[in-house]
């Protein structure tokens, strides 16, 4: 398939391949679908193996922006920015620059964070280069800790669903990757007296995690065998699948990672073994509406963005309601919601207003 048919089939906008000579610099964007607004969504950089494989993801993760961000009732779009590992080796603040002016040339189309691989200090740097660069210092900052709660209250309401009974106490968790929001999950796991069971590819935070934590140490292929009553999925995506959903044992599946089930027929697959899948475009939103209250016209408001990251409580029991309603798996109701509100809001933008 050409990539202008995979656009077609996924419904993007654009694809936008930068390279800069000066930094060595290789970076795809993808704009999904702009219709509630600009398209936001952080830039990563990931050591892909392949062309094929960096623009693989940048569709897959831009889609997934477009559902996240109309889900969480924001006024803007679906893009994402990967940049792969290049030739100069380590980042500098040149490749930042580079990021921040190619940004500049899409006219304010897409707003850029920082992601995996990227920190708010390279963000500082890129907005240098672009008025269109958010989660600075000086703003929202390091989105990891909105998105942890986001994550811990759509746990709570996971709960709720599988148990009847939202109480952290006492439950065992399961948690794959201990990066920034890994730890901050656990963090507050902990305070709230779950038992952890945690892995990840760097066995020093795993250390550091049992240390902290209590934790349990698993081997990093192990974390889906745990006999545990949530499984936390906060690495990278696609855990979810033919291979994994067989072995686990739990009744809840919630996390931080982007685009969890490798097709969307593994939600399916999660419901007919009985486990509460919350949907991970609304798990994982508390850092995107966190980062987009820098775009409120009176700047970022602490207190005002985490109150919406709080919501999605609430909106994880609508989309668990939904589903038992119509019969559906949760992350199937979840993108209806999602299309639902983009679908209106294009008869809305059908109406010519005249601007001064």
């Known amino acids: 398939m050409g990539i202008f048919d995979k656009m077609a089939e996924m419904g993007h906008e654009q694809l936008v391949f930068c390279y800069d000579k000066a930094s060595g610099l290789r970076m795809i964007i993808g704009l999904h679908d702009t219709t509630l607004g600009p398209a936001l969504g952080g830039c990563r950089m990931w050591p892909y193996a392949s062309e094929e494989e960096a623009i693989e993801d940048v569709m897959r993760l831009s889609r997934g922006m477009t559902y996240k961000n109309a889900a969480m009732g924001l006024r803007l779009g679906g893009g994402k920015a990967v940049v792969l590992e290049h030739q100069r080796g380590e980042k500098t603040e040149i490749t930042m620059r580079a990021i921040g002016r190619f940004v500049e040339t899409l006219g304010g189309r897409y707003v850029t964070a920082e992601d995996v691989g990227t920190s708010v200090q390279d963000m500082e740097i890129a907005a240098e280069e672009s008025g269109h660069v958010r989660g600075l210092p000086q703003a929202s900052g390091d989105p990891s800790v909105a998105t942890a709660h986001g994550v811990y209250v759509a746990l709570r309401a996971s709960l709720h669903e599988a148990y009847g009974d939202e109480t952290v106490r006492g439950r065992k968790i399961a948690v794959q990757g201990l990066g920034h929001v890994g730890v901050l999950l656990c963090e507050r796991l902990h305070d709230d007296g779950a038992e952890l069971y945690v892995t990840d590819i760097d066995q020093a935070k795993i250390d550091e995690a049992c240390r902290r934590f209590g934790a349990h140490a698993v081997a990093p292929d192990a974390i889906y065998d745990q006999a545990c009553d949530v499984y936390c999925p906060c690495a990278l995506g696609a855990t979810l699948n033919d291979d994994t959903i067989p072995r686990l044992q739990v009744k809840v599946v919630v996390g931080s990672a982007n ?98």
């Open 259 to 356: 685009n969890q089930l490798k097709e969307p027929r593994h939600g399916k697959m999660l419901q007919e073994r009985g486990v509460v899948y919350a949907p991970d475009f609304v798990a994982n939103g508390g850092g995107v509406i966190n980062v987009a209250d820098e775009m409120h016209p009176g700047g970022y408001h602490r207190d005002r963005a985490f109150s919406r990251v709080a919501r999605i409580y609430d909106r994880m029991l609508d989309i668990f309601r939904i589903a038992r309603e119509q019969g559906i798996a949760p992350h199937e109701a979840a993108d209806h919601l999602a299309e639902e509100r983009i679908r209106k809001i294009a008869q809305v933008n059908r109406m010519f207003v005249p601007r001064s």
